[in-house]
């Protein structure tokens, strides 16, 4: 199987999706390329653990990507090997009461990993400039004192909530959080291919929804959106990665692989020292237990 680079899936510079391939070929059989995967997340794992013993670093990890695009299946694949105690996963949904009476950013915010755990958003704190945007009228129910209308849903509005998912993301950077952030890339011929799949086996049933083909309608309008989303918030502290997903293998292993690279680029994560009485006594401890 072919080495990849990493870099090649960052977003550093203005990127237009429709010139962004939705496929990748890694040069290997799926079962090959499953073995891969199995290996990097092992590695992730066992670094997991270095993570939460080292405890100063938070890990969040946000994916984003259009019905279907693999997300559930993603995050089951790429973190199985994780000690459950130090991964919690987030599923954003459609606010709540209590959440829609808090800023668009406060239920993220709460729901952030502690240092030392690694933290899945599941959707993030970009759909609320994604599903916003494409439906603007959902903005009146947050109940915003300086707008009134959907007129007051314009670009300005748009540029100041852009510039405070920045400001959002460069604060816990600074404190101490690790930052990835990945669109799933889907073609639209595999999400209609997908949702066939889903409503040809009776099994996949419960995940369909008449609302996913009206949204599918609004696929061009998401896919701008997408795109500006991404051009405009991709920083060198929080960047965002393209990760091709028509091909569910295939994107597993990128994402696993984009992470433990860049984690073990973190020279400073290791596991503590024991204090140096304890350390100069393991002997004794173990002649204690055996002893026994």
């Given at each position: 199987?072919?080495?990849?680079?990493?870099?090649?899936?960052?977003?550093?510079?203005?990127?237009?999706?429709?010139?962004?391939?939705?496929?990748?070929?890694?040069?290997?059989?799926?079962?090959?390329?499953?073995?891969?995967?199995?290996?990097?997340?092992?590695?992730?794992?066992?670094?997991?653990?270095?993570?939460?013993?080292?405890?100063?670093?938070?890990?969040?990890?946000?994916?984003?990507?259009?019905?279907?695009?693999?997300?559930?299946?993603?995050?089951?694949?790429?973190?199985?090997?994780?000690?459950?105690?130090?991964i919690v996963v987030h599923s954003f949904k459609v606010p709540t009461e209590l959440e829609l009476n808090h800023d668009y950013l406060w239920r993220h915010y709460?729901?952030?990993?502690?240092?030392?755990?690694?933290g899945v958003f599941n959707r993030t704190h970009y759909e609320n400039v994604l599903v916003t945007r494409v439906h603007p009228g959902y903005i009146l129910g947050e109940s915003l004192p300086d707008?009134?209308?959907?007129?007051?849903?314009?670009?300005?509005?748009?540029?100041?909530?852009?510039?405070?998912?920045?400001?959002?993301?460069?604060?816990?950077?600074?404190?101490?959080?690790?930052?990835?952030?990945?669109?799933?890339?889907?073609?639209?011929?595999?999400?209609?291919?997908?949702?066939?799949?889903?409503?040809?086996?009776?099994?996949?049933?419960?995940?369909?929804?008449?609302?996913?083909?009206?949204?599918?309608?609004?696929?061009?309008?998401?896919?701008?959106?997408?795109?500006?989303?991404?051009?405009?918030?991709?920083?060198?502290?929080?960047?965002?990665?393209?990760?091709?997903?028509?091909?569910?293998?295939?994107?597993?292993?990128?994402?696993?692989?984009?992470?433990?690279?860049?984690?073990?680029?973190?020279?400073?994560?290791?596991?503590?020292?024991?204090?140096?009485?304890?350390?100069?006594?393991?002997?004794?401890?173990?002649?204690?237990?055996?002893?026994?």
């Amino acid at each position: 199987m072919e080495n990849i680079n990493i870099n090649q899936f960052k977003v550093n510079e203005s990127i237009q999706l429709k010139n962004v391939a939705t496929t990748f070929d890694l040069g290997a059989r799926k079962k090959a390329i499953e073995k891969e995967l199995e290996e990097v997340r092992e590695k992730l794992g066992d670094f997991q653990n270095t993570i939460y013993a080292h405890g100063k670093y938070a890990i969040l990890i946000c994916i984003q990507g259009m019905d279907t695009a693999g997300k559930d299946s993603m995050i089951r694949e790429v973190f199985k090997d994780f000690n459950t105690r130090g991964i919690v996963v987030h599923s954003f949904k459609v606010p709540t009461e209590l959440e829609l009476n808090h800023d668009y950013l406060w239920r993220h915010y709460i729901a952030l990993p502690a240092r030392g755990k690694f933290g899945v958003f599941n959707r993030t704190h970009y759909e609320n400039v994604l599903v916003t945007r494409v439906h603007p009228g959902y903005i009146l129910g947050e109940s915003l004192p300086d707008v009134k209308s959907i007129d007051d849903v314009n670009d300005a509005f748009w540029t100041k909530r852009f510039r405070q998912i920045n400001d959002f993301e460069k604060h816990i950077v600074e404190n101490g959080t690790i930052i990835f952030k990945f669109f799933l890339h889907l073609s639209k011929e595999e999400q209609k291919n997908r949702l066939l799949r889903r409503l040809n086996r009776t099994e996949k049933h419960w995940k369909f929804s008449p609302g996913d083909l009206k949204e599918r309608k609004l696929w061009d309008s998401y896919q701008e959106c997408y795109e500006d989303a991404i051009n405009r918030t991709s920083k060198s502290h929080a960047p965002w990665y393209t990760i091709p997903a028509d091909d569910k293998p295939t994107a597993r292993y990128i994402v696993a692989r984009i992470l433990y690279d860049t984690l073990i680029q973190y020279k400073d994560i290791v596991e503590p020292e024991l204090e140096a009485d304890i350390k100069k006594n393991i002997g004794d401890y173990i002649k204690q237990l055996e002893n026994e």
